[in-house]
């Protein structure tokens, strides 16, 4: 019993540094962003570096552990370490034009939610399907395709959800500026239909270069962690 106790107790110090690690990095890119890492009209990253040791984490805990160092870090960074410029936003975003405006308390609510649910949970969550496919000694291509295909397409539709629902949506702050913007490129083609498109598309393209990104350098640190017995142990 006291060596399960302590053998649990690795796990969580060793989770709660990857998650730490991860939060700090996150503050990183707060304070000093990578120039010209934010796609255009939605302003996702094109590559969330804060989020690679998500990867490792998939890769040494079992799904019940990962999704709960997940959880922790979704709650600890929205509420805690972001929540100064996330409770801004949406006090922003759910104004009619300017701070000074009458706040709807359901808009408020219902962004809140979204902003929370879709734009930061469903994303950092998505990342425990790598449990599935980082296997030591050999890797299964066929759920390494399938998995981060999944990964890929949750975190886009995810994000493509928030911004449908908080930014550039009907009934949204910026939805006529963002979408006169896009129409007058495309004169041709001014229906809803396109733009919304071209929103997903904009959602798309930073989350797969992002996940390459972080696969390719997860891989590259893949042989170090099978020499590491001590970390081996916690699969």
């Given at each position: 019993m006291l060596n399960l106790n302590k053998y649990r107790l690795q796990k969580l110090i060793l989770g709660?540094?990857?998650?730490?690690?991860?939060?700090?990095?996150?503050?990183?890119?707060?304070?000093?962003?990578?120039?010209?890492?934010?796609?255009?009209?939605?302003?996702?990253?094109?590559?969330?570096?804060?989020?690679?040791?998500?990867?490792?984490?998939?890769?040494?805990?079992?799904?019940?552990?990962?999704?709960?160092?997940l959880f922790i870090y979704s709650f600890l960074d929205f509420f805690i370490f972001s929540g100064e410029k996330n409770f801004i936003k949406i006090y922003f975003l759910s104004s009619n034009n300017t701070y000074l405006s009458t706040l709807n308390q359901k808009k408020q609510i219902f962004i809140f939610l979204n902003v929370f649910f879709w734009g930061t949970l469903i994303p950092?969550?998505?990342?425990?399907?790598?449990?599935?496919?980082?296997?030591?000694?050999?890797?299964?291509?066929?759920?390494?395709?399938?998995?981060?295909?999944?990964?890929?397409?949750?975190?886009?539709?995810?994000?493509?959800?928030c911004g449908f629902f908080c930014y550039w949506g009907p009934n949204t702050k910026y939805f006529f500026l963002i979408y006169n913007n896009i129409i007058s490129l495309n004169k041709t083609n001014n229906s809803l239909l396109f733009y919304y498109f071209l929103m997903f598309f904009w959602n798309f393209i930073p989350v797969l270069t992002s996940n390459l990104i972080l696969l390719i350098l997860f891989f590259i640190f893949r042989s170090f962690i099978l020499k590491n017995d001590f970390l081996i142990k916690f699969k």
């Open positions: 709660s540094f990857l998650i730490s690690l991860a939060i700090v990095l996150s503050q990183i890119n707060r304070f000093f962003p990578i120039i010209f890492n934010k796609s255009p009209y939605t302003e996702n990253s094109f590559f969330c570096y804060w989020y690679f040791p998500f990867l490792i984490i998939g890769f040494l805990f079992n799904l019940r552990y990962n999704l709960f160092f950092v969550l998505s990342y425990s399907f790598t449990y599935f496919f980082l296997f030591y000694q050999k890797i299964n291509f066929t759920k390494f395709f399938l998995f981060s295909f999944m990964i890929i397409m949750i975190q886009s539709f995810s994000r493509f959800l």
